[in-house]
């Protein structure tokens, strides 16, 4: 990297239903980032297409990258490295960032790099003024994912924890399918709970009283069925009682994971990150355990492309490339395989 002249990134995230672009620039931070989600698109069948999501994120990518710089008053030209997501995704929707990436990256004559997605969401609180400092421990809670990290540094990470099935957002969103809610489910379910009675029916905390920090949620999810079928006319309070036993649980497992490690920073941040009980469970233990909680703000909580130009910028400002032209991705990646900053 030149001494003279700033770093730019182009991020692109393209791994499941959402197209995302951002800038960031070495001296300026985050100077642009824009995303086109595609949930009207995938409501009518009730969750992801794949097929349909593959072919809209080649219809948005390129009209978006020429937003974003545009908006940021930098052209092509400009533009020091590629990162895209290379995984976990959807194979189709990685390909078609992939695709962009390489072919952009060949003609511009730059570097380009294959981003981890849940790296980028594991340092996306760094976008904000207030920055957690290394080391910490990590919840990354999204749709496909649930698991807690020993975050030594950038690239040094250790899986303390993770779902031995369905991760804690599909269990949202197959519950609030249960109670017919709308897609995506999550946000729906959240809403609704806000009606629910606090006391009215208490949901099992999964696997707590088990040691060790991995979770389940599937027997959450399935209690949450049998219970509306007993008591159709409840669906508030059901949503109420399966929001507050998983975000319990996240808590609970959180707690053992910060005396495990005797770390005094917790970082948490993917899609359900955006849940506003969850973070008053974690804010008020945080403050018993005097540990500072970071959280990334509410547009960074699910995919984005801010969060993988600044997991990129990271990598490809220190030399780290994807090596070769071909285009390469990485649906299944294990996050302990990354390589340390």
Known sequence: MSSTKPFV????ESSCDET????????????????FSQVDIHAEYGGVVPELASRDHIQRALPLIRSVLKGANLSLSDISGIAYTAGPGLAGALLVGSAVAKSLAWSLKIPSLGVHHMEGHLL??????????????????????TMLIDVK???????????????VGEAFDKTAKILGLGYPGGPALAKL?????????????PMIDRPGLDFSFSGLKTFARNTF???????ADIAKAFEVAATSTLMIKCRRALEQTQRDTLVVAGGVSANLSLREELDAM????????????????????AMIALAGHLRLSKGQVTSGGEITIQPRWNLEDLEAV
Do not use: M
């Open 9 to 12: 990134t182009l991020g692109i």
């Open 193 to 205: 709970a806000l009606e629910g009675g606090q006391d009215a029916f208490k949901f099992p905390r």
């Open 229 to 235: 079928a007993k008591y159709p006319d409840q669906k």
């Open 20 to 35: 995302g672009i951002g800038l960031y620039h070495s001296e300026k931070g985050l100077i642009g980032h824009q995303l």
């Open 124 to 145: 996306a609180p760094l976008l904000e003024d207030e920055q957690p400092s290394f080391p910490f421990v990590a919840l990354l809670v999204s749709g496909g994912h």
């Open 153 to 167: 540094a950038i690239g040094k990470y250790e899986i303390l924890g993770e779902s031995l099935d369905d991760a």
């Open 286 to 305: 945080g403050l018993k355990l005097k540990v500072k909680v970071f959280y990334p703000r509410q547009e960074f909580c699910t995919d984005n492309g």
